[in-house]
């Protein structure tokens, strides 16, 4: 039982890493500034409050330490229509933000002038609810040849092993054009460029609005503007708060030769947590695999924790947090062996074609039924009937009809709830919703609730739905880094020679015993030998303290790209569940890999960024120039940062 709850204490706290898209607001300061973040991603960014201190758009002083706490993307990709040997890109940014919108502001380079809207958070929540992998675990005493006659219930119980302060319209300097400017969504926006041969205009707009920027950060500013990148710059509209804020999708034309799509990581790691996850989900006509990291493909006999998540309270979730728990400790110790390896590795959670999910992400709910319910938890019961998503903006939603005050009697369990809303019965919330109490002569008001509801879930679900239907594959990558590993940028392509993966794993547990209980259970997988772990049971739980022998990575793959083919290494575990793949195949693998991309070093920042890290835990934060580099030399790769976060 202890196993098994820690198991699920863990899942939770590393779930919320994975999933709580929340910055919260640093303490006021008269001399605000902007982070730039990163690129490709959905910068998640926790500011602690500390004492105000400057903060510019490269550099940050570790007095105002900024977490990242993870990337969420969905890249959508198809032919043009209109142009040859081109592709038309979407990519859409899941952005969270806690604050007042003043202290809210984002600057984006990009290296074309892209179409820019909003989307809703219920797109993530929708995809992420068909494609993350379910899990299907039967323990079947009766093909046992120890246990098969054993009444296993006899057995006693078992123990177990930022943005300046608003000053109006930023002023342009005369060497910088304004392109656009305009509003989209909750936000305003304004795109500009330096004037030709004048790139240092870009840096003196930054610096004259607001944007502290060290002198360290000139010579990049310059060579990003000096490349002819276009910055767009976004912030809240007056009247708007965090609660509005929407993901941005920015759309534009790339060529179709060489890679689809470069997540810039090497910025992320400037204030990434330990062992930050990263979710890409692409849409278009084939599998997507990565270019010049490795491919992982996972063993589910020994990859998931079977035994001890049966009995957690939410076994799905500890499931999968187990699966992605095995992958980073795996990858950790090969890079321990090889140090050159450094974890990069993607695991593909789903790849397959979208006609089975099509016209399954469209919601509708029945607002007749909803205006009907009298009370918040009669409301929010019929909301987890009719499947409302658990995503930020029904948060904000529900937030706003139904306020965490409660009356004096309210449990000492509800003190420390921080969401109304889970599409999960049972929760916490439910035993605390009886207890809201409304000031003054407000009320619940479920009209003025449902309205806004229906509105919100049945656009954005039509828009989750619309993506998937103009597209025929759907590839969702996960990774799991430390801002140490963060070394270089993952370049990725379409495969027409990789197999589907399903996102249903499942296995058979076959307990064995002696005449002191159950001893082990063999984990049997279709197709796959028998795998036997330490097992025991007692009060109906069942539970292992480990002994794997089985690596739980089946093998490394070096995905084909252009006329090369797929290589494919194999592990070897030793007893102690150590993991070794061949030091020499590893870097010869890395070196081919690393041919297949331009160059991932800044030889004239090097003195610069080593500068920086002595007084500074972030370094450089602007958009990877790895990824404008392949741009320039005609590979085609998406360049685009996101600078977020303000302090």
């Keep these: 039982l202890l196993v098994s709850k820690q198991a699920e204490a863990h899942h939770h706290r590393d779930t919320l890493t994975a999933t709580t898209m929340t910055m919260a607001a640093a303490t006021p300061s008269t001399s605000a500034a902007m982070v730039w973040i990163t690129a490709f991603i959905a910068a998640i960014v926790s500011l602690q409050p500390q004492a105000a201190h400057a903060c510019g758009g490269f550099f940050c002083q570790p007095q105002r330490p900024i977490l990242q706490a993870g990337e969420r993307i969905i890249f959508s990709v198809k032919e043009s229509a209109t142009a040859a040997s081109t592709n038309d890109v979407s990519m859409t940014v899941q952005i969270a933000y806690e604050g007042t919108s003043e202290k809210f502001g984002w600057v984006l380079p990009v290296p074309v002038n892209p179409k820019l809207s909003v989307a809703s958070d219920i797109v993530f929540a929708q995809l992420d609810e068909l494609t993350k992998p379910i899990f299907d675990f039967t323990i079947d005493p009766s093909q046992s040849s120890t246990c098969d006659k054993v009444d296993l219930n006899q057995f006693p119980c078992a123990g177990a092993g930022g943005v300046a302060e608003d000053a109006g319209s930023p002023q342009l300097t005369p060497r910088v054009v304004l392109l656009d400017q305009g509003s989209v969504g909750p936000f305003n926006y304004e795109t500009i460029k330096a004037e030709q041969g004048k790139p240092e205009g870009v840096f003196?707009?930054?610096?004259?609005?607001?944007?502290?920027?060290?002198?360290?950060?000139?010579?990049?500013?310059?060579?990003?503007?000096?490349?002819?990148?276009?910055?767009?710059?976004?912030?809240?509209?007056?009247?708007?708060?965090?609660?509005?804020?929407?993901?941005?999708?920015?759309?534009?034309?790339?060529?179709?030769?060489?890679?689809?799509?470069?997540?810039?990581?090497?910025?992320?790691?400037?204030?990434?947590?330990?062992?930050?996850?990263?979710?890409?989900?692409?849409?278009?006509?084939?599998?997507?695999?990565?270019?010049?990291?490795?491919?992982?493909?996972?063993?589910?006999?020994?990859?998931?924790?079977?035994?001890?998540?049966?009995?957690?309270?939410?076994?799905?979730?500890?499931?999968?947090?187990?699966?992605?728990?095995?992958?980073?400790?795996?990858?950790?110790?090969?890079?321990?062996?090889?140090?050159?390896?450094?974890?990069?590795?993607?695991?593909?959670?789903?790849?397959?074609?979208?006609?089975?999910?099509?016209?399954?992400?469209?919601?509708?709910?029945?607002?007749?039924?909803?205006?009907?319910?009298?009370?918040?938890?009669?409301?929010?019961?019929?909301?987890?009937?009719?499947?409302?998503?658990?995503?930020?903006?029904?948060?904000?939603?529900?937030?706003?009809?139904?306020?965490?005050?409660?009356?004096?009697?309210?449990?000492?369990?509800?003190?420390?709830?921080?969401?109304?809303?889970?599409?999960?019965?049972?929760?916490?919330?439910?035993?605390?919703?009886?207890?809201?109490?409304?000031?003054?002569?407000?009320?619940?008001?479920?009209?003025?609730?449902?309205?806004?509801?229906?509105?919100?879930?049945?656009?954005?679900?039509?828009?989750?739905?619309?993506?998937?239907?103009?597209?025929?594959?759907?590839?969702?990558?996960?990774?799991?880094?430390?801002?140490?590993?963060?070394?270089?940028?993952?370049?990725?392509?379409?495969?027409?020679?990789?197999?589907?993966?399903?996102?249903?794993?499942?296995?058979?547990?076959?307990?064995?015993?002696?005449?002191?209980?159950?001893?082990?259970?063999t984990i049997k997988i279709e197709n796959r030998p028998g795998y036997s772990v330490p097992a025991f049971f007692g009060c109906g739980i069942w539970g292992s303290n480990g002994g794997n022998t089985v690596s739980p990575i089946q093998e490394l793959t070096i995905p084909g790209y252009q006329d090369e083919q797929p290589r494919v290494l194999s592990p070897v575990a030793l007893d102690d569940g150590t993991v070794v793949f061949s030091d020499s195949d590893l870097r010869d693998a890395i070196l081919v890999m690393d041919d297949r991309v331009p160059s991932q070093t800044i030889p004239e920042c090097e003195e610069a960024c080593k500068k920086s890290s002595a007084v500074s835990s972030f370094g450089i934060v602007l958009g990877s120039r790895y990824c404008v580099m392949a741009v320039s030399s005609l590979v085609g790769i998406i360049g685009i940062s996101v600078i977020s976060a303000v302090l």
Excluded at 212 to 231: I, S, T
Excluded at 266 to 271: F, K, L, N, P, Y
Excluded at 388 to 401: C, H, L, S
């Design 204 to 521: 003196d707009w930054l610096v004259a609005n607001g944007y502290d920027q060290p002198d360290e950060a000139r010579p990049l500013v310059n060579y990003y503007a000096g490349m002819d990148m276009v910055f767009v710059g976004l912030k809240l509209k007056n009247d708007k708060d965090s609660g509005d804020i929407q993901p941005i999708t920015m759309e534009y034309s790339m060529p179709s030769a060489g890679p689809i799509a470069c997540v810039p990581l090497q910025i992320t790691g400037i204030a990434a947590v330990s062992d930050m996850p990263i979710e890409i989900w692409v849409l278009g006509p084939e599998r997507v695999m990565p270019i010049n990291y490795f491919h992982a493909t996972m063993d589910s006999r020994s990859a998931i924790d079977w035994v001890n998540c049966v009995n957690a309270t939410f076994p799905q979730e500890c499931y999968w947090q187990s699966f992605r728990n095995n992958f980073v400790r795996v990858l950790d110790s090969v890079s321990v062996q090889t140090s050159a390896f450094q974890g990069h590795a993607f695991a593909t959670e789903f790849a397959g074609p979208t006609a089975p999910l099509k016209g399954k992400l469209e919601l509708a709910i029945d607002g007749t039924v909803l205006e009907q319910q009298a009370t918040p938890l009669a409301y929010i019961q019929k909301m987890r009937e009719f499947g409302v998503p658990n995503a930020r903006v029904i948060q904000t939603i529900v937030e706003k009809y139904i306020p965490m005050t409660f009356s004096d009697d309210v449990p000492p369990v509800c003190f420390g709830l921080t969401e109304i809303y889970s599409i999960d019965a049972g929760t916490i919330a439910d035993t605390c919703l009886p207890f809201v109490e409304y000031e003054g002569s407000a009320s619940f008001d479920p009209k003025a609730f449902t309205e806004e509801l229906e509105k919100e879930v049945e656009s954005g679900s039509a828009a989750a739905e619309a993506m998937v239907q103009e597209h025929q594959y759907l590839s969702r990558l996960y990774a799991q880094l430390d801002a140490t590993q963060m070394t270089k940028d993952p370049f990725f392509t379409f495969s027409s020679t990789e197999p589907d993966v399903s996102r249903l794993h499942t296995a058979i547990g076959v307990p064995e015993c002696d005449d002191s209980g159950v001893t082990s259970m």
